[in-house]
């Protein structure tokens, strides 16, 4: 009789382990000067299966569940920075910057890819048939425009920053999400119809693209408007908790079972109530003091314990050259917008170093090609590259955006004397703060 997991291993022995080797190892990046997330990935790595061997591999392949509670948290709380006075003083800057750096990522990681994998097929002995070229490096390169701007959010957490450069990262990674699944499904299409499926048409995937993300934000609408509704009557902090938690969870489960991006639902939601309500510091303070440490923590282990060393290495040529297309992707397509958009000087110089992150939703969008019957001879090494390419950018996404935060003096306070400074030179710059 087969066993389930729980049986198996003690679930909360290695919870506990999890957030008593996260917040050590958080602490000993502190000391060497790195943000607390690069610690809590790295004692993912190493307690993973192939290093240490501490969290058994069933419980990672078992761990959507907690997984999925830290990103209710994580992605409420990126909508919640969405607020739209602050953002209008950036003028259409996210819009732009995140439409050319989302479609230059993707067409620079697919055209490299594609011209590289005969070379590639041979290093790695791979032995893939010509014919699986061209749909590999376009759905890698669709899985590799999202950011995720969690890294970030961490990063703004732990330093207190505040600015323009802080708001456009968070701004792009939140609506890079939007756009992914956009660029995904015209690449799934596209791809069916080379290997010989039953490709919608273009027409139709658009329409089903843009139908996923409409009906996600109407219900992120709806349940921000129902947490409003009832959070107004409840005094008590504790309590609210409850609520906001409640609606977060009914907000995921409801787009999950309708097959929407629940990602992008809780987002909206979000963002929705930082828009609309008369205290909108309640309803995200409350979530920041109980419970913000304790989702990184868990989120950002269980991350890096998702890395199989072995898989990493096979697949290393591709990783390192999905990797260097990515990131020259990034800061290309970033730099375009923000001077096609006008953007403020820090914007320019040091937003590309915040999108480096990627995470989150690409992961779950790997795992759709996996379980797609026409993508089977690539399936496998899509999702080894992505696993390895994500837990790679997220350890070193932190490190850039804090370089990225610090140089652009928007951390704590040498922010305020900053933006003080620039106040007063510049009539339309960032005024910091709410």
Known sequence: MTQGPVIDFNVILLFGMILIFGYIAGRVANLFKLPKVTGYIAAGILLEPSFLNVIPQKFIDHSTVISNFALCVITYAIGGSLFFKRIRKLG????????????????????GLYLALPLLNRLTGMNLEPMYFLPLAVIAGSLGSPTDPTPTLAVKEEYKAEGPVT?????IGAFDDAMGIIIFSLGMTVCTTLLGGAGQGIGRTMVGAFAQVGFSVLVGVFFALFLLLFGRKVKDTGVLVVVILGALFACFGVAESLKLDELLAT?????????????????????????EEMVFVVFFVIAGAHLELDVLKSCLWIVLVFVVLRVAGKILGSSAGAILSGAQANVKKYTAFGLIPQG??????????????SFTPISAILLNIILGTTVLFEFLGPLFTEVAL?????????????????????AQAWGGGK
């Open 406 to 426: 610090k140089r652009s003096k928007e951390v704590g306070s040498e922010a305020k004397v900053y933006h003080q400074h620039v106040k007063k030179q510049h």
């Open 267 to 291: 987002m909206t939601m979000g963002c929705v109530v930082v828009n609309l309500a008369k205290d909108e510091e309640r309803y995200f303070i409350s979530v920041r003091e109980y419970l």
């Open 167 to 171: 708001t456009t990262i968070l701004g």
């Open 360 to 373: 989150g939703i690409v992961v779950g969008l790997a795992l759709l090609v996996k379980q797609a019957p």
């Open 92 to 111: 259409n800057t996210i819009w732009v910057m995140t439409l050319f750096e989302s479609i230059i990522t993707f067409l620079f990681i697919s055209a």
